[in-house]
């Protein structure tokens, strides 16, 4: 037998450690060459790692959430034969850490209790009960049955509370799910959680640091209007009725036109701001971030060069991106490159967000559910389409003024949106 130790490749150009988020195999597997065995972050990408070579994983570097170094050990795999081509003789640069669980040594000598018998199976006792003393003055009762079915599980029976005249199945099992304040809860009822300690990994994590990192630097302030998407809302039920083979128009395509249209006339909004090197990029080109909500957690993609795009490429893009996002097919390049960032609930709604900076970006916008309400127009109540859109700024780049001013701008375009397709 021989053995070969895998080492984390160099997965990225400047990256020199990646972080474990998913172990597809454990110690005493059997992996074939090519069969993924791990996922590995970096700050661009997650990537997946496969196995060089056939053989039995006797050890793996750490636990998911463990960040190692490129170049240390990963897997250590056994081998037939001798030691495979590649494969390093030292010991590796971090101690391998099995993943099989320890037992406790007075665990290991102890016999295994019998599992307990299911309440259905156990025949109603001819006997006479037997009394069961409790801390109340009146003693409760209960059959030799559920005392030896308490007893295999543990359960003092003074703490159980009989619903009848002595201990039945059905109260031990009311005390097993409810403790020991147990009773029969009334239908519709909800039953208390178990607590849960969730450990803050992979894409998580990397959230929670970006999130903390901007409000611990960005001086955020948010801004929010309503505007009329009436108009809007009909023209784009109208080139979804035409639309052909082309892909369903929602109203997000609409909008970056909108935004992309108005941009020009303040470049601060569409800006990057290094503050360790103290100056601002303002970014001629568009490329948008649209904020993705995932099974593993809130993604970026971004749309470029949003402003050379009509609303049909714009829709397909949003579509291909949102489901690679989702899927984990993303690419760094489509994850990465964003000026500015677009947030939205979609059906959710709300009536306002306040949306934290996508971080070094300056701005980010959160346009609100559309709904129906009465609005006066022209001195008349009439049913409209309203949508509150938000804006989050930083005042370390963007004043306050410019941000409303940026706001309005965007909201006669919207609520004439002939401006968004005319040259």
């Not at 001798?82 to 101690?95: I, L, M, T």
């Not at 780049?397 to 609520?415: C, N, T």
């Amino acid at each position: 037998m021989g053995k070969y130790i895998f080492n984390l490749p160099d997965i990225g150009e400047g990256i020199a450690e990646a972080e474990i988020v998913a172990w597809h195999v454990k110690v005493g597997d059997m992996v074939e060459e090519d069969q993924q065995i791990a996922d590995m972050m970096t700050d661009k990408a997650t990537v997946e790692m496969e196995a060089p070579v056939d053989g039995k994983i006797v050890a793996v570097a750490g636990e998911e959430g463990d960040v190692i170094a490129i170049g240390s050990m990963l897997v250590e795999i056994e081998t037939e034969g001798e030691d495979a081509d590649g494969a390093e003789e030292k010991a590796p640069a971090k101690p391998a850490v099995e993943t099989k669980e320890s037992v406790p040594a007075e665990q290991e000598s102890a016999p295994e209790k019998p599992a307990p018998k299911p309440a259905e199976s156990t025949p109603t006792p001819s006997v006479s009960e037997v009394e069961v003393p409790e801390s109340a003055s009146k003693p409760t009762k209960a059959t030799p049955a559920v005392r030896a079915r308490a007893k295999n599980l543990g359960v003092d029976l003074s703490q159980v509370k009989a619903q009848g005249e002595h201990i039945r199945h059905a109260d031990l099992d009311a005390y097993l799910a409810y403790g020991s304040g147990q009773g029969y809860q009334p239908a519709g009822a909800s039953r208390k959680r178990e607590d849960e300690k969730v450990k803050v990994i992979g894409l998580r994590r990397k959230i929670a640091e970006n999130m903390a990192a901007s409000k611990r630097n960005i001086p955020h302030f948010s801004y929010v209007e309503e505007i009329d998407v009436s108009a809007l809302e009909d023209i784009r039920a109208d080139l979804n009725a035409s639309r052909g083979n082309r892909p369903k128009l929602t109203v997000l395509p609409l909008l970056i036109v909108a935004i992309a249209r108005t941009i020009p006339d303040f470049p601060m909004i569409n800006a990057l701001y290094d503050d360790e090197a103290g100056h601002v990029t303002r970014h001629g080109a568009i490329h948008l971030g649209m904020a993705t909500q995932t099974d593993s957690g809130l993604k970026v993609p971004v749309v470029k060069n949003a402003q050379d795009k009509n609303v049909w490429q714009l829709a397909a893009d949003i579509a291909r991106l949102s489901e690679a996002a989702r899927d984990g097919s993303a690419t760094t390049d489509d994850l990465t490159g964003g000026t500015l960032t677009i947030t939205s609930l979609g059906p959710l709604g709300g009536i306002a967000t306040t949306p934290v900076i996508n971080r070094p970006e300056v701005a980010i916008i959160g346009p609100n559910k559309i709904v129906e309400r009465p609005v006066i127009v022209d001195g008349e109540l009439q049913i409209r389409k309203m949508m509150n859109l938000s804006i989050s700024c930083d005042h370390r780049v963007v004043d306050g003024y410019d941000a409303a001013s940026f706001v309005q701008a965007l909201k006669r375009v919207i609520e004439k949106p002939v401006l968004i397709f005319s040259d």
